[in-house]
């Protein structure tokens, strides 16, 4: 060996030696230099402490409300090993998860040392991540080659009873969100993929061209962003005629004064095949155009008229009927045109996209200016200003998909089967409606997503004791708006203590409904109270 091998040999003992020393003292402590200071810092075994400090609001939001118990104890899932984790240990694992903003199964490990959270919730233990995956597969099993029909037929059964129970949960969640007039909103989104996953093909995907990827047909509940059912389906079935037959089941399960006032969609959804299977369940609805050949000629005949009427924000509008070579009838459209710089040409391409050409229009009757237009199709009996609105306030919903794939777990949770991706989409969807509709208890004047609200309603330094069979739980905040956050729980807490004193006979059933009930009521009252610009400009 050279002098220089010996050398190196002798620093990497005397380097593994120091860092032996120093891992058996830390338990003991030691000392830190830092720009504040020299600090003794010590590591602590014995004391139960959280990130999350403020769950124990959330839970007792959760048992006052039943959505928790009721989820529990309505999951197929039934292990009959005595080694088997508990049904509680493995919803409260997967629930918090999802609470705390993880999308992959392999990130549960950071959430194990917590024994605040599990106290909290009535849990035993965090599980790991394959117990968790073990048991989501036991709820949603792989398909698997059946030998055959009774094993075939038993696999279709526990597919569709699980299916069947995220649905129901999902809509027990919405509470009596659709016993008022409300809107449909129908949409899908890309759930990008990176592994070896059923039903990962590449087909439409306008973030990552060539990425295969699943597609999640979402119903919303427009404004409220409440989702009422999300289906994972395979990467090439995007359009929207693959999630029509779910859209039919979800509007023919609803009794007919809580079905929706409107179904509204972007233009992938104006085809004769949505329209018409609307018009049979004598539903309204109002779509978007392609524009087409046949939709430009529709156009093109609207210059001449005068009797174009404000749509609100610019836009002017005019009725027509329309009837396109794929269609079996005429159908009410609205033509909308909005006034663009005179400056632009007739074709203009974009700056961002080189092949892709914007079409704009020149008025022959008005050469100076240029038009933007949009048409819609509806059979609704709505004005022209209401229509405008209305599909506006329908650009809401994408700003409720920006937020469930960014800041929540949709674009992750996947495993090879779909099965499971799906049961997790539905359970991201469910976890992420309790804390909208607790968000909105703690803030009923405006919603929070959830890159505000986590900080300010979840996170907190919090460690338990007990002493005296009282169980206490000492929280720190370390986030600047500690009275506003002090503030949002007070109503919460108020919220809750309401519903315990005002109806203590009701079930979790019905006391879920009387405190969303109670919610909807403090929106509503913030609302009316809400002085218009007018008022102010008056004021």
């Not at 400090?53 to 409300?65: H, K, N, R, V, W």
């Not at 369940?281 to 109002?286: T, V």
């Not at 046949?294 to 005019?318: N, P």
């Amino acid at each position: 060996m050279g002098e220089a091998q010996f050398a190196q040999s002798q620093t990497s003992q005397a380097c593994q030696e120091t860092i032996e020393q120093c891992a058996q003292t830390l338990d003991q402590g030691t000392r830190v230099q830092t720009p504040g200071g020299v600090f003794e810092v010590q590591w602590s075994n014995e004391g139960k402490a959280t990130a999350m400090g403020q769950l124990a609001f959330f839970a007792e939001f959760l048992q006052t409300s039943g959505l928790f118990e009721n989820w529990l104890q309505s999951c197929p899932l039934r292990y009959t090993s005595p080694n088997a984790p508990q049904l509680v240990d493995v919803l409260g694992t997967w629930m918090l998860g999802i609470l705390n903003g993880q999308d992959r199964y392999a990130h549960v490990g950071a959430l194990r040392g917590d024994a605040v959270a599990t106290e909290v919730l009535g849990m035993n233990k965090i599980i790991g991540d394959d117990s968790l995956r073990r048991a989501l597969s036991a709820i949603a099993p792989a398909p698997k080659a059946a030998h055959n029909s009774e094993e075939r037929a038993t696999q279709q059964a526990q597919a569709l009873q699980a299916e069947q129970w995220m649905q129901a949960q999902l809509r027990h969640s919405i509470a009596n969100a659709v016993q008022t007039g409300w809107i449909l909103d129908c949409d899908t989104t890309v759930k990008v993929l990176y592994g070896h996953q059923e039903g990962a093909v590449v087909s439409y995907n306008p973030q990552k061209p060539g990425r295969p990827s699943h597609i999640i047909h979402t119903y919303w509940i427009g404004n409220l962003r409440l989702v009422l059912d999300a289906q994972l389906q395979a990467g090439n079935r995007h359009s929207p005629s693959h999630g029509r037959a779910g859209l039919k089941a979800l509007l023919q399960s609803l009794p007919a004064p809580e079905r929706p006032k409107l179904v509204r969609g972007d233009s992938a959804y104006g085809s004769e095949g949505e329209m018409l299977e609307l018009e049979e369940l004598q539903q309204p609805y109002l779509f978007k155009l392609r524009q087409t050949a046949g939709v430009k000629q529709l156009i093109k005949r609207q210059w001449a008229r005068q009797d174009w009427s404000d749509m609100g924000q610019g836009w002017t509008g005019c009725e027509d009927e329309l009837r396109l070579s794929g269609w079996s009838t005429k159908r009410r459209v609205i033509v909308m045109r909005h006034q663009r710089k005179a400056d632009l040409v007739l074709e203009q391409k974009s700056k961002t996209q080189k092949d892709q050409i914007e079409l704009l229009f020149v008025d022959e009757n008005e050469p100076v200016k240029s038009w933007d237009y949009a048409v819609l199709v509806s059979n609704a009996d709505y004005t022209l200003a209401q229509i405008g609105q209305l599909y506006r306030d329908r650009a809401d919903c994408e700003n409720g998909f920006d937020e469930i794939k960014n800041q929540w777990g949709w674009g992750g949770y996947s495993t090879q089967d779909m099965g499971r991706c799906a049961l997790s989409a539905r359970a991201v969807a469910l976890i992420y409606n309790w804390w909208s509709w607790y968000v909105r208890l703690a803030n009923p004047k405006s919603r929070m997503e959830a890159k505000t609200s986590r900080p300010k309603l979840l996170s907190a330094v919090g460690k338990l004791t007990s002493h005296a069979r009282i169980n206490k739980i000492v929280l720190v905040l370390t986030h600047e708006a500690s009275s506003q956050i002090k503030s949002m729980i007070a109503n919460i807490h108020a919220g809750v203590e309401h519903i315990r004193s005002a109806a203590p006979q009701l079930t979790g059933h019905n006391r879920w409904f009387a405190l969303a009930r109670y919610i909807a009521d403090k929106i509503l009252a913030f609302v009316s109270n809400t002085p218009t610009p007018m008022t102010v400009a008056t004021g």
